[in-house]
């Protein structure tokens, strides 16, 4: 941490002389989850500007994707956000779906929403429980990790992976479903809403955390729009958008979307809107469920060429993943790697609005707001 100390004269009756003082928070150790720097500007206790600075961890994903072909590209795009691996992988294999105007199978379709799901519950989790270590709060965490093991295990179970899926393929999905692995999963969900009322109680029960986080950061539906801010961030201020209800995908039209939102936009909403979407998904994952138990037995993907080519053009797939919009604009000239693909994480447009957020709050407020951007910074720095 680096320090920059710049003397004004203050205007007043006796001119009293103030201190700006430009503090750099970070770059973090690169062996933490990612690297954000912040430069702010403080005028004593009180941020006057901030910068975030982003792009210490950038790997270039964009231009690894012209060199792979469309199956390999899967590999690549979900690591971008490590939390939200499975989501990241549809956007790719929609795009490339529809280039191609392939059919999905059913059971793929209704496969994929519920994967989706418990993939949002497991990013929301881990927020949930990470979010009151910056206030203060230990306890939590361990209640979220304990409900992110019993889905962790039913998707560990079908994939193979814990973090990096690999899951989805372009028509379908990878592999049929272990005997068994829906009645394993229906009792995965029961368990985890069973015991959400104990985050609940511990976390918004507590009078220090509602303290600490409400009315800080307020964020208006005006930054919202400007920044092009998305997900439970944006829904917090009021913004009553949703991808899976507002142009479906995937098996949504079939489903009744529950969208939460708030209009505080305040941290203590924005969490609040991470706590209730996880019901709002649970209820999802159930519906799916039910509909899987009822589709007649069938093929999980389509078979594909050796060599898989898509057609000349160009498409933009864009999906509601846990932390708002992520989309791919994909061209092709006919070959089996894309010509380009350009990446859209929720993240690195969330990330920005700091710069209008921070200035006016004490520096004691800051990690509270950082936190409760719940941004992933490699799906800042791509």
Known sequence: MTTERIVGIGAGAKELATEDMTLNIGPQHP??????????TLDGERISTAEPIVGYMHRGA???FEVRDFRQIIVLANRHDWLSAFSSELGVVLAVERMLGMEVPARAVWMRTLLAELNRILNHLMFLGSYPLEVGAITPIFYAFREREALQRVMEEIS?????YMFNRVGGLKDELPAGWTARARTAVTEVRSRMGDIDD???GNEIFRARTRGVGVLTQEQILQYGASGPIARASGMDFDL????PYLAYGDLDVRVVTRTEGDCLARFECLLDQVH?????????????ADLPPGPINQRLPKVLKVPEGHTYAWTENPLGINGYYLVSRGEKTPWRMKLRSASFNNIQVLTELLPGNL???????LGSMF???GDIDK
């Open 363 to 369: 520096v004691a407020d800051m990690i509270a707001i």
């Open 244 to 247: 899976r209800r507002d142009e």
């Open 375 to 377: 941004f992933v910074v």
């Open 160 to 164: 193979g992976g814990r973090m990096h």
């Open 280 to 292: 709002a998904s649970l209820d999802l994952a159930d519906a799916c469920l039910d509909h899987l």
């Open 202 to 204: 511990l976390i918004m």
């Open 31 to 40: 062996s933490t989850h990612g690297v954000l720097r912040l430069k702010l």
């Open 62 to 64: 964009e231009k690894l």
